[in-house]
């Protein structure tokens, strides 16, 4: 009984992810994710709540596994400009998954639903606790990081990223192109002082 559960609750949120990722979180009815689920409408109350509750738990499955995959990747011991390359080669896969529309969706309406700005807050917390152990390390074999600690570093490539999504999912390539290239010259810049020291 328990797994047949779990296979239906997995079921609606791949369900709720294609709906979302066609029609947008404004769109999104809990009518359309039941039928492309292939379960009663009832079922997606039974598990989830409604369509924030699926929508969140679409997001907090996608956020475990993408902080999991950047922990791994900053765990290595390349040099700090290659993990960070690496971070800008996953932005695109993110956008492409449609992890990023997701989050970007989630962020807009928690604008104006509390309980949703503390879930997707709860969420962004893991990437900066993995940007600010990075910045962490960085600050130790650098000996500082100039007027910022390791917090401020942390916050502001992270908010570098989100805004760059936000950009980039407008859809306009020039704007586009202009997010990617900004943020990797800040991996050129990271390159610089680690070879400089």
Known sequence: MGERSTGTATRIVEAARACLLADGFAALSTRRVADAAGVPLSQIHYHFGGKQGVVLALLEHENRRLVGRQRRMYGTEEPLWKRYEQACDFLDDDLASG?????????????????????????????????????????????GLGPFTAGDVAALIGVAFLGGES??????????????????????????????S
């Open 99 to 143: 992890y990023v529309r997701v989050l970007q969706e989630m962020i807009a309406a928690g604008w104006s639903d509390r309980a949703v700005a503390r879930e997707v807050l709860g969420l962004l917390q893991a990437w900066f606790e993995v940007l600010q152990e990075v910045a962490g390390e960085a600050e130790r074999k650098l000996g």
């Open 167 to 196: 950009m980039i999912l407008l859809g306009d390539p020039d704007w586009g192109d202009r997010v990617r290239a900004a943020l990797r010259r800040f991996g050129a810049a990271i390159r610089a002082v680690e070879e400089a």
